[in-house]
């Protein structure tokens, strides 16, 4: 009869002891690492998810701003929202701003950026230039730029002699807080194309150059595939940013909405039903539906980015 040592130690294969030891590692380091996280999730709590639960919760109500007798009212504000033409024409004009600007922002931040890159002289200059309106507040961009589009004292219409009342009719209400906007926002753009411009290696251009390709061959075969990454980003920050549009538009209306409300925002409008019309739960609701397009637009551009990657693959 075989006699089995119940006191000999259990041999486990290598494999087994070093996925065991490797879990054990990945476990301290996640407990180590979650204290460094923990202040930024109890912050992001506190201050994001906190208001965006309690914004959910009041676009059920038909709560006004004084917070007394509010009542569930259940998805009717969604209803009234959906059926609301000011909310559709709110949006048709962010949506407008944003078809403006966006492509005049991109082609506008690449060309500075290419100037700035290749000049010789003076570079932090250019540089500072280009980029320091982005430093100003809204309400100095907003008050700046009404002084100039001002008929009777403003600078645009005296350097080019013009008598376009630029922020009194409706065809170029919205064309005044799109050149503001312009140059008061390129800066950040151009400061990202900048920085990829920098990152190409120089040898690329010297293997073309001795190819013979010249300057225009070079920007369209290299420059432009190199920066690709670069321009979805800078469209995608654009696309969510204008439609958002709110600050230098009330600032350079005083706060109204424009000429035949053309300039009015959908920001705007959720304003003025919180705040003007005291309907909390309305403006809310509003806020939650602007909130998903704005969702659905950010998952579209990483849906499209997957789908290039996959196509390069």
Request: proline share 4%; aromatic share 12%.
């Amino acid at each position: 009869m075989t006699t089995i040592d119940t006191t000999a130690p259990v041999v486990r294969p290598a494999a087994t002891v070093g996925v065991t030891g490797a879990r054990a590692r990945l476990g301290r380091s996640l407990q180590r690492g979650g204290w460094f996280v923990a202040p930024f999730l109890l912050l992001y709590a506190l201050f994001v998810l906190t208001p965006v639960a309690r914004g959910l919760w009041l676009s059920l109500t038909d709560a006004n701003i004084t917070g007394e007798g509010t009542s569930f009212v259940g998805l009717d504000n969604y209803t009234e929202a959906l059926g609301d033409p000011l909310v559709w024409s709110s949006l048709g004009h962010s949506a407008y701003f944003t078809l403006l600007v966006v492509p005049c922002i991109t082609v506008l931040a690449f060309l500075l950026a290419m100037l700035a890159h290749h000049i010789q002289h003076a570079k932090w200059l250019w540089r500072l230039c280009f980029f320091a309106p982005f430093l100003l507040p809204s309400t100095v961009v907003g008050n700046m730029w009404r002084w100039m589009f001002n008929p009777d004292t403003g600078l645009i219409d005296h350097v080019f002699h013009l008598e376009t009342a630029w922020l009194t009719q409706k065809s170029t209400a919205m064309t005044a807080v799109v050149i503001a906007t312009l140059w008061w926002t390129v800066g950040f753009s151009f400061l990202l194309y900048l920085a990829a411009l920098q990152n190409i290696p120089p040898h690329l251009y010297e293997a073309a150059a001795l190819d013979g390709a010249n300057a225009w061959h070079r920007a369209l075969h290299i420059t432009l595939p190199m920066l690709r990454n670069v321009t979805g980003l800078v469209v995608a920050l654009q696309v969510l940013a204008s439609l958002q549009v709110f600050d230098q538009v009330v600032v350079m209306y005083e706060f109204g909405p424009g000429p035949e409300e053309s300039t009015r925002t959908l920001v705007q409008y959720t304003l003025e039903q919180g705040f003007t019309s005291y309907r909390v739960g309305y403006a809310s609701a509003i806020s939650i539906l602007f909130f998903l397009i704005i969702a659905a637009v950010a998952v579209g551009r990483m849906w499209l980015l997957r789908k290039r990657e996959e196509a390069v693959r």
